[in-house]
Nanobody
Framework: QVQLVESGGRLVRAGGSLRLSCAAS????????MGWFRQAPGTEREFVAA????????YYADSVQGRFTISRDNAKNTVSLQMNSLKPEDTAVYYC????????????????WGQGTQVTVSS
């Protein structure tokens, strides 16, 4: 079973950039598709980005397409989310998640979750 720990969240001004990281331990990281989700107060958790186990394919939510980039390093058991041109509406707790069943854009694909890291974008 894989354990996931996110880091990198902090307060940033609108228009700024931030890089989130997720470190995995246990399991075979290179066999998992990985996703990033986020949840703002009073809202449901929403899909942000996902990447195949090999890194050969990525998916993005329309709201972050062109601004965020997901990547992974299977040698280091990490997945990252580079966030550029941040907006106040990007404020949320960001979670990384692992899937053994393949790439998905809904939380039901992902049985393994980290504890989340807070990203706050000020206007």
């Amino acid at each position: 079973q894989v354990q996931l720990v996110e880091s990198g969240g902090r307060l940033v001004r609108a228009g700024g950039s931030l890089r989130l990281s997720c470190a995995a331990s246990g399991g075979t990281f290179s066999s998992y598709a990985m996703g990033w989700f986020r949840q703002a107060p009073g809202t449901e958790r929403e899909f942000v980005a996902a990447i195949r186990s090999t890194g050969s394919r990525t998916y993005y939510a329309d709201s972050v397409q062109g601004r965020f980039t997901i990547s992974r390093d299977n040698a280091k058991n990490t997945v990252s989310l580079q966030m550029n041109s941040l907006k106040p509406e990007d404020t949320a707790v960001y979670y990384c998640a692992a899937s053994v069943t393949g790439l998905g854009t809904t939380s039901t694909f992902y049985p393994y979750w980290g504890q989340g890291t807070q990203v706050t974008v000020s206007s």
